[in-house]
């Protein structure tokens, strides 16, 4: 587990884990005050490279809280404790029609400077809202997709924004996300689709009624032969 007090923070350090050793991203865990804890299971050696990577990312970040490696977890730790399971909304056969795409993270202080800088990027590129996030002591983060060029472009122009109307905290921009930082970060309900399955109509085949037909018996039927002598 990685520990820092920033949601863009946190996201960078768990993109950083899942690039740096074979781990699987549990999700995160968030206690208020802005503290989020990134939560990754994996073989004991590539779990601590994987600690050691985001920590030194979040240290980078000036937002490291702490770290830990558990190499055994006790059966009732897992069972009580968020990491078994993922702790985000799993899309369960459901899919973004955001996936693929950069991921762009902006963090202020205050909700009006969050919805501000929202706004103000939406307008300056061609990217799309995917959801927010608030991890409280104020901080919201929403959250952009698009290509690594606009998300760079809109990210800026947010940044100015919510410097203007409120606090600017803290952002990334992630151009290359993973599957397993896809699936826990939030998404709101508007960009997920569920397949829907084509209702083909089965039409019943009638099998049409069929008339009987005796044939003669070959064996005793009498073959008349007519020579060509014969008129």
């Known amino acids: 587990m990685v520990s820092t007090i920033s949601f863009p923070a946190i996201v960078g ?3 950083m884990m899942l690039k740096s050793a074979t781990v699987r991203l549990v999700g995160y865990e968030k206690v208020g005050n802005g503290f989020c804890t990134a939560i ?4 004991i050696t590539d779990v ?3 600690v050691e990577a985001g920590a030194e990312t979040a240290r980078e970040f000036g937002q490291l809280v702490s770290t830990i490696v558990i ?3 006790y059966p009732n730790l897992e069972a009580i404790l968020p990491i078994s399971n993922r702790l985000s909304q799993l899309t369960d056969g459901r899919y973004s029609r955001l996936s693929n795409q950069a991921i762009g993270l ?3 202080r205050g909700f009006p400077a969050m919805v501000g800088a929202a706004d103000l990027m939406l307008k300056s590129a061609d990217v799309h809202l995917a959801g927010y996030e608030t991890i409280g002591a104020g901080l919201c983060t929403a959250i952009i997709r698009g290509n690594v060029a606009d998300v760079a472009i809109a990210i800026e122009a947010g940044m100015y924004e919510a410097e203007r109307i409120g606090e600017f905290h803290t952002l990334m921009i992630i ?3 993973l599957d397993d930082l896809e699936e826990t970060l939030p998404t709101s309900e508007y960009w997920i689709e569920t397949p829907v399955p084509v209702n083909i109509p089965m039409i ?3 099998e049409q009624e069929r008339e009987l037909v005796q044939l003669p018996n070959l064996e ?3 073959v008349e032969t007519i020579s060509i002598g014969d008129r």
């Open 13 to 15: 350090t768990a993109d």
């Open 40 to 43: 990754v299971r994996g073989q």
């Open 48 to 50: 601590r490279m994987a």
């Open 71 to 73: 190499p055994r977890p």
């Open 106 to 108: 902006l963090e202020t």
């Open 175 to 177: 151009p290359r996300p």
């Open 204 to 206: 019943a085949l009638q």
């Open 220 to 222: 005793i039927a009498e």
